[in-house]
Each structure stands twice: as structure tokens, then as C-alpha cells.
């Protein structure tokens, strides 16, 4: 997704833990991970890694306990729709950026075009509607 990159480097330099979640295999978020940096995140969740993957909130809960967060107060930011699926069912806040579906705004749901618009600052300013992601 475009300005992924910088946003996870972004929110990270303020404390925010992150991790990356896939329904593909290992081996696919393993290249992934090798042409952006393994140290982009401090771990991943493939499909490998639970019994049911996305749209199954499973791999999201996996990633929360994890690091040790409590899922309610974790922003899942999602291209897909089976993904975004998963997301709502977890309970967390979801940032969906959707690709040729629609997807309706909720109270812990809000839809941008592209990632490249965030930045920790604006994060903090969607505070109001998301009390205790950040």
C-alpha cells in the first residue's frame, strides 16, 4: 500500500507497536518481508501461523496477544475485504482502504483512499472517534 512504509516507520518512532498480518503463507510474507526489511516490523502473523485465516478474526488476536495488547484498543489498517471482515470481528479499530468495494464507515471504522494520507499527527486527531488507539 502505498506510504505504508512511512507510516509504520512513523508510528513506531512514537511508541506505537506494530506487526504485520497476512492470509498468505510464510514463505510469500517471508519475500515480502526480505524486500522491505525484516526490521519494518518486529513480527508477522502468515496464514502458517493459525488454524483459520482471514476473514476469521484468529491471525488479528493472535498479533494482539502477542504484543501484548488488548485487541479493543488496536488499529488494523486493511486493503482487503476479507481482511477488513476479519478486523471488525476482532473488535478492533479499522482504517480500511478499500479497493474497487465499498465499504461503509461505522463507529470503529473509517475508510480513506490511500495510507499516504496519515501520519501520527492525524492519527491522533481521529482520537475523538477512536478513544484509546493511540
Known amino acids: 500500500m502505498p506510504g505504508a512504509v512511512e507510516l509504520v516507520r512513523e508510528l513506531q518512532s512514537h511508541g506505537v507497536k506494530t506487526a504485520l498480518v497476512s492470509a498468505s503463507p510464510r514463505n510469500i510474507v517471508d519475500a515480502v518481508l526480505d524486500n522491505l526489511g525484516h526490521d519494518l516490523f518486529p513480527f ?5 501461523d493459525v488454524i483459520r485465516t482471514k476473514p476469521y478474526p484468529d491471525a488479528y488476536l493472535k498479533a494482539a496477544d502477542i504484543s501484548g495488547s488488548n ?6 489498517f ?3 475485504l476479507t481482511g477488513m471482515r476479519a478486523a471488525t470481528s476482532s473488535g478492533a479499530y479499522l482504517i480500511a482502504v478499500p479497493h474497487l468495494v465499498t465499504i461503509e464507515e461505522a463507529a470503529r471504522v473509517r ?3 490511500s495510507l ?3 501520519n501520527f499527527n492525524k ?3 481521529l482520537h475523538s472517534d477512536f478513544a484509546g488507539i493511540i
Open 44 to 48: 508477522s502473523i502468515s496464514s502458517d
Open 71 to 76: 485487541i479493543s484498543n488496536c488499529l488494523i
Open 78 to 80: 486493511e486493503d482487503s
Open 111 to 113: 475508510v480513506i483512499k
Open 116 to 118: 499516504a494520507q496519515l
Open 123 to 125: 492519527l491522533n486527531q
